[in-house]
């Protein structure tokens, strides 16, 4: 292995990793291997993106026949088959009349690029005031100017000051006295939507408003799921007032809460969908947002020979993204994967709320085959409990995700129960052993 130093690798604490690498070599159906051939579980699908497992021999042998037939395509100007293949069973797999498909290369680009059409939506309507966007506190949209300014994880907004001057934010909808240990979509907390209405619009004006912007399901801030009636209650508010649902589904697209999205899910039809990281398996970088024909419709407008939208990217439709992604939503069709998340969503549930008691756990959240198991934070050092019960079960062999200091797991939907099993025993061991060794110094 050659030296470290010439990486700076992201969201990384880089010195400290470059002391003690955690190397991957290889990787195959629900595991990992490092260099010395030790497994490691994959409890979070790689980054949330790997769910039909490593090394799917469909999609490796798609993407090895596409780069001997055509390796690079524009999408400037020109086309290819396999680009308007997958817009077309995207948009048959998308809810309502969710039918146009824009490419992107990964979710932070998607939810600028759905920001970029909302403005142009209202531009080419005779409404280009409207530029003010609404996301939400603790909600992640990727790390463009656009979707850093819309977010709203603190650690974030803290590190890039300079961000869109015309954006709010609502409440998140965490309520820890009603949700600590929630199974499923908490109770308590429709009203929570109402703040749009009540706070929001009448400061800056519903037709200013260009658009609200949420996760289905806030994934990467420690799985937060929406209160019983929630959405519902903010696609009313934004049909009352005229302005476009935009739903983040880079976590919660294809198949993670046990349906092909969260739309779906939660029976809540927005004006945009934003995907990534599933639609490849992760075998290749896509991202993308699909929108409404009204949206689509509105934005046909000037010259034929000129373009409707000023925004793109070289790498739009790549053709071996293409390969792969068709491939995969075969696989995720002829296997069934989907249902196979639902059938296995009660059993991950009760598992990994077996560690409700455990020293330190505050919270358990969970829906589908995503979950969230949050520790105490030690006084005056927010997140290193968490950090330290990453590193923890690594040394057990289990990969997990540590935002803060919620624990993270999404399973491959490959897993079966005896993969779930070891990963919560890994999980609670790792929590045990950290909270015995709680006051050492970092």
């Given at each position: 292995?050659?030296?470290?130093?010439a990486?700076?690798?992201?969201?990384?604490?880089?010195?400290?990793?470059?002391?003690?690498?955690?190397?991957?070599a290889?990787?195959?159906?629900?595991?990992?291997?490092?260099?010395?051939?030790r497994?490691?579980?994959?409890?979070?699908?790689?980054?949330w993106?790997?769910s039909g497992?490593?090394a799917?021999?469909?999609?490796?042998?798609?993407?090895?026949?596409?780069?001997?037939?055509?390796?690079?395509?524009?999408?400037?100007?020109?086309?290819?088959?396999?680009?308007?293949?997958?817009?077309?069973?995207?948009?048959?797999?998308?809810?309502?009349?969710?039918?146009?498909?824009?490419f992107?290369?990964?979710?932070?680009?998607s939810?600028?690029?759905?920001?970029?059409?909302?403005?142009?939506y209202?531009?080419?309507?005779?409404?280009?005031?409207?530029?003010v966007?609404?996301?939400?506190e603790?909600?992640f949209?990727?790390?463009?100017?656009?979707?850093?300014?819309?977010g709203?994880?603190?650690?974030?907004?803290?590190?890039?000051?300079s961000?869109?001057s015309?954006v709010?934010?609502?409440?998140?909808?965490?309520?820890?006295?009603?949700?600590?240990?929630?199974r499923?979509q908490?109770?308590?907390?429709?009203?929570?939507?109402?703040?749009?209405?009540?706070?929001?619009?009448?400061?800056h004006?519903?037709?200013?408003?260009?658009?609200?912007?949420?996760?289905?399901?806030?994934?990467?801030?420690?799985?937060?799921?929406?209160?019983?009636?929630?959405?519902?209650?903010?696609?009313?508010i934004?049909?009352?007032?005229?302005?476009?649902?935009?739903?983040?589904?880079?976590?919660?697209?294809?198949?993670?809460?046990?349906?092909?999205?969260?739309?779906?899910?939660?029976?809540?039809?927005?004006?945009?969908?934003?995907?990534?990281?599933c639609?490849?398996?992760?075998?290749?970088?896509?991202?993308g947002?699909?929108?409404?024909?009204?949206?689509?419709?509105?934005?046909?407008?000037?010259?034929?020979?000129?373009?409707?939208l000023?925004?793109?990217?070289?790498?739009?439709?790549?053709?071996l993204?293409?390969?792969?992604?068709?491939?995969?939503?075969?696989?995720i069709?002829?296997e069934?994967?989907?249902?196979?998340?639902?059938?296995?969503?009660?059993?991950?549930?009760?598992?990994?709320?077996?560690?409700k008691g455990?020293?330190?756990?505050?919270?358990?959240?969970?829906?589908?085959?995503?979950?969230?198991?949050?520790?105490?934070?030690?006084?005056g050092?927010p997140?290193?409990?968490?950090?330290?019960?990453?590193?923890r079960?690594?040394?057990?062999?289990?990969?997990?995700?540590?935002?803060?200091?919620?624990?993270?797991l999404?399973?491959?939907?490959?897993?079966e129960?005896?993969?779930?099993?070891?990963?919560?025993d890994?999980?609670?061991?790792?929590?045990?052993?950290?909270?015995?060794?709680?006051?050492?110094?970092?």
């Open positions: 292995m050659g030296k470290l130093d990486l700076w690798m992201p969201y990384t604490g880089n010195r400290e990793f470059k002391r003690a690498p955690r190397l991957i290889r990787a195959e159906g629900v595991n990992y291997f490092t260099p010395e051939g497994p490691i579980l994959d409890g979070i699908s790689g980054l993106c790997v497992g490593h799917r021999k469909p999609i490796i042998e798609a993407m090895e026949r596409q780069m001997r037939t055509l390796d690079f395509a524009s999408s400037f100007q020109f086309g290819h088959e396999s680009g308007f293949e997958l817009a077309e069973r995207i948009a048959a797999l998308a809810p309502g009349p969710l039918n146009r498909v824009f992107t290369n990964s979710g932070s680009e939810c600028d690029t759905a920001l970029k059409i909302a403005l142009a209202w531009r080419a309507r005779g409404e280009g005031h409207r530029s966007f609404v996301g939400r603790r909600g949209h990727g790390v463009g100017f656009g979707g850093l300014s819309v709203g994880m603190t650690a974030n907004r803290r590190a890039f000051p961000m869109f015309r709010d934010h609502l409440r998140h909808t965490y309520l820890p006295e009603h949700h600590a240990f929630a499923g908490p109770q308590e907390g429709a009203y929570l939507a109402d703040e749009l209405e009540e706070r929001i619009l009448p400061l004006d519903p037709s200013n408003v260009a658009a609200v912007i949420v996760e289905p399901v806030s994934g990467s801030t420690g799985v937060l799921v929406p209160p019983v009636g929630y959405l519902e209650r903010l696609r009313e934004c049909d009352r007032h005229g302005i476009l649902l935009i739903f983040d589904e880079v976590i919660t697209g294809f198949g993670r809460t046990g349906a092909m999205f969260g739309a779906e899910r939660f029976g809540v039809v927005p004006d945009m969908i934003c995907f990534a990281k639609v490849t398996n992760g075998a290749a970088p896509m991202g947002v699909i929108v409404s024909d009204q949206v689509y419709e509105t934005c046909m407008v000037g010259p034929e020979h000129a373009a409707e000023m925004h793109g990217y070289t790498y739009s439709a790549h053709p993204s293409c390969a792969a992604a068709i491939a995969n939503l075969d696989l069709a002829g069934g994967l989907v249902e196979r998340v639902r059938e296995l969503a009660p059993y991950f549930e009760e598992r990994v709320h077996s560690l455990e020293p330190g756990v505050i919270s358990i959240r969970n829906i589908g085959l995503a979950a969230a198991v949050e520790l105490a934070p030690e006084p050092r997140g290193l409990r968490g950090h330290r019960a990453l590193l079960c690594f040394e057990l062999g289990l990969l997990t995700r540590a935002p803060g200091d919620a624990l993270l999404a399973p491959p939907f490959i897993s129960r005896s993969d779930i099993d070891r990963a919560v890994m999980l609670g061991r790792a929590i045990r052993d950290v909270a015995g060794g709680a006051d050492d110094e970092a």
